[in-house]
């Protein structure tokens, strides 16, 4: 699994929770705003109920997902128009970076990225440039709790369908198809399993392992950097480090 997961984990190890989760909800009630846009009905419209999915597994509110439905359909005639945009870029110690945005702006985002990666020594990357290094994922990740039974849970977790378990620290993670992470995660929850994340991601084919602190505080600045923008919705980057190195860069 990339270093991105395990940086998020620090992070609201930190205390940054409550804004992340707020980020989570705005990240999601625009993509089901943008899929709206083809249609408010989900039995219709493929990509709305695969947003409206992905919103409930991060534990997005109903009336929130009532809400971006309403603008994204057309019934909220005052509602913000988003774009979904993908960047790609390159950062310190040869890592590449795919920066997911949902923008009503596209040409401020684009600036703005672009001032983040250069700021912290990176650079953006030519169309296609950085793509074909990450594979879309269903990601679930299981708290491996006392009493949790780690064997278990991928064991449940493969009958479900999942095509690979990772074990990152404390936690189980699940990779699923893209198309298979609703039907996993519901048969996860049937069993009795928690979780306590269910999302679409995209996880590197390979990783660009950083070894040295000062290269450890720039990735992770250019990656935290970038998070800090509203536009921003998620930041992959293949790098893979320590879980020592990683907390002291932190």
């Not at 984990?9 to 909800?25: L, P, T, V, W, Y």
Request: aromatic residues 4%; contains cysteine.
């Amino acid at each position: 699994m990339s270093g991105h997961s395990k940086w998020a984990s620090i992070k609201h190890k930190k205390g940054a929770a409550d804004a992340k989760r707020g980020k989570i909800f705005t990240k999601h009630a625009k993509l089901i705003t943008i899929a709206a846009k083809n249609g408010g009905d989900p039995d219709m419209n493929p990509s709305l109920r695969s947003a409206i999915d992905g919103a409930k597994s991060a534990n997005v509110p109903n009336m929130n997902i009532e809400r971006a439905i309403k603008k994204g359909s057309g019934q909220d005639k005052n509602a913000v128009t988003y774009e979904e945009i993908y960047y790609e870029g390159f950062g310190p110690a040869g890592t590449a970076l795919y920066v997911q945005v949902l923008t009503d702006n596209k040409n401020r985002t684009l600036s703005e990225v672009k001032s983040a990666l250069t700021k912290k020594g990176g650079g953006m990357g030519a169309a296609g440039s950085v793509a074909w290094m990450f594979e879309r994922k269903g990601l679930i990740a299981v708290p491996l709790e006392e009493g949790v039974d780690a064997d278990e849970v991928e064991l449940a977790a493969i009958d479900a369908g999942a095509s690979d378990t990772v074990r990152e620290g404390a936690a189980l993670e699940v990779h699923t198809g893209a198309t298979d992470l609703a039907r996993v995660r519901d048969a996860l929850k049937d069993a009795g399993i928690k979780i306590e994340e269910a999302d679409i991601t995209y996880i590197p084919k390979q990783t660009v392992k950083i070894e040295s602190e000062e290269d450890a505080r720039k990735v992770l600045g250019m990656i935290e950097l970038l998070e800090e923008n509203d536009d921003v919705a998620e930041v992959y980057c293949n790098f893979e480090m320590d879980d020592e190195l990683m907390e002291k860069a932190s």
